[in-house]
């Protein structure tokens, strides 16, 4: 009853081709949005929106690029966290060599240079598909990251390979307190997220999709499929380059290569599945779930031991943590192969009726 | 060029490729027989080697340790069976990949939780040196374990073969790698399939595991020789047991050879990257790797 969209007439092209095409979407949305601007900076402490929030928003962005590529293209990718360094050190080095650059243009020509790597690794996928393809995106992992540990040029000759994330400054404000730093994160990740909703409605996420369900299908009703492809990698890559970006100025601060490794691409990896393949709203799902579930964990911890009686030893916790880990995603697959998402479509669907059943 | 040193090189590469090989071999036997592309190997790997030293440590005879291994991964097959894959049945493969990295997470926290996390040593009593009359003879030192793990490679590849080509279970387990509808339709046991082939995997690993233990020591990095064994797989072939012998060969001959020939040049450390760069290179030449199977696609 609360959500139906009965009653709700499209008289134009306009409004039959809006974004969210249903009046309740739009109220949820706008809402959500007022949440995020207003409320969260307001009410949320310092620790939720440096050690929370803004890595949520971050890692959104992130799967939100992945999701485009494996979710909307097809196109399996183990490499994300080698394109979020590509990302993180290209911004860090334009910030150094041009310092009167804008940071906002550098995180956006980080962001193109990832797109860069991002084609040249996709390459592969116009010969291969599936899992060699999956296997082939290593390659882009392990090397990025030799190159950056490797070639001092990235890392400014530092002894350590650390970089250290110069300050956010946009038109003489210095975004340095955790409410900032939140703040330029939310606006850069909506902005975008808003472009790959679009995005995924125009012509190239069709092309992505027929990609998808069946690529020589697509190559016959006259699909180019190395354009189509690249561009799914550029554009996924870019995403994952800013998100990198953001990774090192406004959440960690000082990062290492080693901070982009292979770990870091499975749990994007699995933002993606439990949030759902092919979804936008997913991604966020998917980036929440994973984000507070070890925080979740934890602070179970401390009940048990009370009810318990003993102190848990600290490797028994961290073992049991990832158990657990391993134990939900499969489970997930198992309960609901296409995520969050898709669970939160069953509900739309059940509140149309609600309270009553006919 | 010096030929001796050069040979002595390609000749430590192929014996490290052997190793490689044993671990691939896993991965391809559950790939052949579920179409499962089975991350969970190099859990698998680490899992049945800690158990095994755990044990031979509390005071366990090697053979009754090796036994209870063996009868802890058939416990593991199964229950991996009935938890992970009877529910995913005809589920798309991505899925099946997804779930087995969780199962890695699983096995990875369970060794752990069971018998810790601190490293082991493991002695299988063939001594690690080089050779006598070899050196002496032709000056190429190789080492005796090497040959040894070699020879257990060669073994077991000859057996996997003939169970494959020859068996009824062996054809059965083909048939459902083909599609497992189809394979169910027939009137095939997919469970007893499904446990026998995670069974026999386990056991794979678990000679894959005892030999990396002896020459690396059991520890969480053991885990990553998995991550070694996948160019390995798409050089070879994903589907071909002999694929995946060709391919370690391959793969560790060139690593070493380009380590020592190529890394002065750029800095070292070739060996983490290259042979994901030259199985790519490969497959843009021959997608389906040197022995896979040549996909025909239709619309």
Not at chain 1, 23 to 39: E, G, H, K, S, T
Not at chain 1, 98 to 121: D, E, H, N, T, Y
Not at chain 1, 343 to 349: A, C, N, P, R, S
Not at chain 2, 112 to 135: C, K, N, R, V, Y
């Amino acid at each position: 009853m609360l959500y139906r969209e009965a009653g709700q007439f499209k008289s134009t092209y306009a409004g039959d081709q809006q974004v969210f095409p249903i009046r309740q979407d739009r109220i949820a949305v706008v809402c959500l949005l007022i949440v995020a601007f207003v409320v969260m900076p307001l009410a949320a402490n310092e620790y939720w929106l440096s050690a929370i929030l803004t890595p949520f928003l971050i890692f959104a962005l992130a799967t939100l690029g992945l999701n485009i590529l494996t979710g909307y293209a097809g196109q399996l990718s183990l490499g994300t966290a080698a394109f979020m360094a590509v990302g993180a050190f290209m911004a860090y080095n334009f910030e150094l060599r041009v310092p009167w650059m804008p940071i906002v243009i550098s995180f956006v020509l980080a962001g193109l240079c990832a797109a860069a790597v991002g084609i040249v690794f996709g390459l592969p996928s116009l010969r291969i598909k599936g899992f060699y393809l999956a296997v082939a995106t290593l390659a882009c992992q392990f090397f990025v990251l030799w190159a950056l540990q490797r070639i001092g040029w990235f890392t400014n000759h530092s002894a350590s390979g650390v970089i250290t994330a110069q300050k956010v400054v946009i038109a003489g404000y210095a975004f340095d307190t955790p409410a900032t730093k939140y703040m330029l994160t939310l606006c850069i990740v909506a902005v975008l997220a808003v472009l790959a909703k679009n995005l995924m409605r125009s012509e190239t996420g069709r092309m992505f999709m027929a990609v998808r369900d069946m690529d020589l299908a697509a190559e016959v009703i006259g699909i180019r499929m190395m354009r189509t492809k690249l561009l799914a990698f550029a554009i996924s890559s870019f995403y994952c380059g800013v998100a990198g970006a953001l990774f090192a100025y406004t959440y960690l601060g000082t990062v290492e290569p080693e901070a982009f490794n292979l770990d870091l691409s499975f749990r994007i990896l699995f933002m993606v599945i439990i949030g759902g393949v092919g979804s936008i709203l997913g991604s966020f799902m998917g980036a929440a779930f994973i984000t507070l579930l070890p925080i979740f964990l934890n602070s179970m911890a401390r009940p048990i031991e009370n009810v318990l009686g003993i102190a848990l030893p600290p490797g028994l916790m961290s073992n049991l943590e990832v158990i657990v880990f391993g134990a939900l995603i499969i489970f997930f697959l198992i309960v609901e192969p296409h995520g969050l998402a898709r669970l939160w479509q069953i509900g739309k669907e059940k509140l149309r009726l609600w309270p009553f059943p006919h | 060029m010096n030929w001796q040193f050069f040979l002595e090189v390609l000749m430590g590469g192929l014996l490290a490729g052997v190793m490689y090989s044993l671990v691939a071999l896993g991965f391809v036997l559950i790939y052949k027989a579920s179409g499962v592309f089975n991350f969970a190997q190099g859990a698998m790997v680490f899992f049945a080697a800690l158990t095994f030293v755990s044990l031979t440590e509390r005071g366990v005879n090697f053979w009754l340790a090796l036994a209870i291994t063996l009868a802890v991964m058939v416990v593991l097959g199964i229950a991996i069976e009935r938890l992970v894959l009877r529910p995913l049945v005809n589920q798309p493969q991505i899925t099946l990949f997804m779930a087995t990295i969780g199962l890695t997470f699983v096995l990875e926290g369970l060794a752990q939780l069971f018998w810790g996390s601190q490293p082991h040593g493991l002695e299988l009593g063939i001594p690690d040196e080089p050779m006598q009359w070899l050196s002496e003879s032709t000056n190429i030192n190789i080492s005796q374990f090497d040959l040894f793990a070699a020879v257990v490679a060669g073994l077991l590849v000859a057996v996997l073969a003939i169970f494959f080509q020859t068996t009824r279970i062996g054809r059965a387990l083909r048939a459902v790698a083909d599609d497992h509808q189809a394979a169910l339709a027939v009137g095939i046991p997919l469970r007893q399939i499904w446990a026998i082939v995670w069974t026999v995997a386990g056991f794979v690993a678990l000679v894959a595991g005892l030999m990396w233990g002896a020459r690396n020591g059991i520890q969480y990095a053991l885990t990553f020789i998995a991550l070694k064994a996948l160019p390995v797989l798409i050089l070879g072939g994903f589907e071909s047991v002999a694929g995946a012998i060709v391919g370690g060969l391959i793969i560790g001959a060139s690593e070493k050879l380009a380590e020592v020939y190529l890394g002065p040049y750029v800095g070292g450390g070739l060996e983490s990257w290259f042979p994901y760069v030259l199985a790519l290179a490969f497959l843009l030449v021959r997608p389906e790797g040197l022995f896979g199977e040549k996909r025909i696609e239709r619309v």
